[in-house]
């Protein structure tokens, strides 16, 4: 643990990215094989969850700390972030013992089989073991879904740097399933890819958002515009007699599309497919709030089958005849796909190919931008023709140009107390729209003002309180904000009847009274041009 | 004795304020912190060592009068006297005792001797009034030797790195701690413009500190790193810090206890320094006045006066001042001098 809180420390302690590669490759040099595995696998977002109920770390800090839980709760959120004001609380440790990263990670995980009282007991005794400094990343990894400031990107570029590998085949080697206390390290950065690996997919070659005019692209010949479809990202992978399906956050969702199993019989062996997979019905893409229902049930009744059927709307081919050719440009590997597609039309294949827009200029790009929600798509994108298929997020060949979103201007009527670097200011905001003399809430927004406007809302919310509970504070109607969102729906479990997708403040209207905001109706009437009736 | 209201803290018999965040007749000021000593009021009464940090802030005109600490004053039967604060030069504990009634007020307060300011001291009183900007249980800050062990090692680490080292710290009292754990160093010294105004006045005062050199522009384009910089937060952010690249900042606050007010300031470094009580210098400086009446004042009023009721079956209430609400907000803002 010793080693990995230095780790965490240094690379908290800088925003130099080459200062974190050079901090990560110390540590994978010196690291016991077992504890780089786990930091490896913590570090690129592999998910831990919760290893005990947050409930029972408060009861024991409580007791340990001989605080009453009134005060433990404000404190929590003053701090906005429970594993570090329990760090904060907790008296220091009477019986100093050293533990290695894969030693915590196996009591964390025996919690689980412990009752809750032991559970108290176990965790309890484990702090007053731990040295103080070490106490917040401790307690950072039994909260679970563990962060360091490092993306997935820099881990692989310092792991290839250790192992002297290419970033790609790292990238390749930690996608899929695999767990450090079941994988040998060698077995997952150093020898020959084992034939069980066959099921894992190709790293997801991502793009960014547009950054220029598109003509600063140059010439339109180059590129390949297609529509943006707002789906869930995902591969397709047939290989020795199966089917796997793939989403970007490396979830295995084959059992969640039933729709794909029928791929293994159709398509030949050593076959990866990357698109988008979503709803769609009698030629028509359905909303995306059809398909989020459908992945949230545990079973899936014939219902959701027959009301939300699935399609991918293919746009990539990585692997052909059990060849990677990602290194081929995206023009002939769209020739392969076309082909591979057409050979399937006479089949009940869900796949379709993701049309190409023919596009002369770049100003019938923007049109058809413009017009992206007319098919329920989010935007275009641009890829050049001779691109080969990267890894991770890169600039330059792929490139996604969103439609601009929906606005509408909101009140600010309460405001809460935020988390991690907004703790202990009132950045988190619920905002409401009129409905005739009466303000209705219709959405929170945590994102989109400056650091320099969070801190002037922050005293405004102190200074026009009308009540408080506990960590909310309602205000007195004054400030009226622009608030952007990707979508709108219908929901009953919402006062205002309806939800946002993403919902995020534009800009501070400082001209607007709060009079002058947007109304119910107003939000009533964008749903009615958005309903799929 | 004293009443709370519109205009600050407030004693009728002697008809005067302690801290008024208006102007009134009458003003007995704590320390010369920018939200304590507010302009405007005919006469002041403060300790010595901050006559001439007032004159700085309120103008050299305005009447002043001081007195040492322990020296005893009457004003219609009222006794006042200042006893030390802790906080920073010339800060100061105001008592206040009318037959027999004892009330002490803190202002600003901290426990531990910073080797700079006069360590507080404990007034017996049967009325506190307390701050509480740290009051709660999450701020327990290290002893201040180990904080300062900490910065000479970050100063040490930049130097072999060829970078200077950019301490951060509000120009009156922690600028002056910084200045002296700095001095510790052969690194050349300097400050910008507000932290080294005030550390000339207080050494003309005669106060035993370094002297530092204003960083001027003309100046710092001669000089090669590593060298060290005492700026105060309202520098941070601004085009004033790039003259000094390669450099590293330092963040010097209590509130460097929390990751997050690093974090949102886009800070690599911060270190917990304080010039006010930490949740247990509170708990053993309310307890050891004796007092049954507590006022608990700026910072976490409410929550603080709670756990003094509940836990020391205190008297303890919560009283709104305009001092600022959040100390945070005030090193932001640079409204200390």
Redesign the interface.
Known sequence: MKQFNSLFQQIDQTTSTNAKVNALIDYFKQAAPADALWCIYLLIGKSTGRFIKTALLRQATIRLALLPPWLFEESYHVVGDLAETIALCLPPPTNEKACTLSQTMAFLNSLSTLTDEQAVAAISERWLEIPADERFVFNKLITGNFRMGVSKQLVIKALANTYNKSENEIAHRLMGNWHPTSTAINQLLIDDLLQEKSFEPYPFFLAYPLENTPESLGTIEDWFIERKYDGIRGQIIVRNGHSYIWSRGEDLLTDKFPEFAILTQLMPNGTVIDGEILPYKDGQVLSFALMQTRIGRKQLSKKFLETAPLVMICYDLLEYNGTDIRNLPLSERRQLLEKLLEELAATDAPLMLSETLPCQTWDEVRQEREKARDYRCEGVMLKRKSSSYEAGRRRGNWWKWKIDPYTVDGVLIYGQRGHGRRANLYTDYTFAVWDKEELVPFAKAYSGLTDKEIMEVDTWIKRNTIDKFGPVRSVIPTLVFELAFEGISASPRHKSGIALRFPRIVRWRRDKAAKEANTKTDLLDLLALNSDE | MLTFNDKGIYCAQADLYIDPWMPVDKAIITHAHADHARFGSRHYLCHQDSVSLLKLRLGENNHIQALSYGQTLTINGVKISLHPAGHIIGSAQVRLSYKGEIWVVSGDYKLEDDGIATPFESVKCHHFVTESTFG?????FPPISESSDDILQWIEGNRQKQLNSLMVGYALGKAQRLIAIAAQTELPLYAHGAVANIQTRLIADGHKLPPVNYASPVLMKEQKAPYIVIMPPSALGTSWVKKFAPYEIAYCSGWM?????R??R?L??GFILSDHADWNQLNTAVTATGAENVYVTHG?QA?YA??LR??YHLNAVEVDTLYE??L??QE?NNEAI
Not at chain 2, 136 to 140: A, D, K, M, Q, T
């Open positions: 709660l249980p999450i701020y327990n206890q929390l990751r997050g007010a974090r949102r886009n690599n470094r976490y929550i709670k756990w509940e836990n609400d959040d945070l907000m932001e």
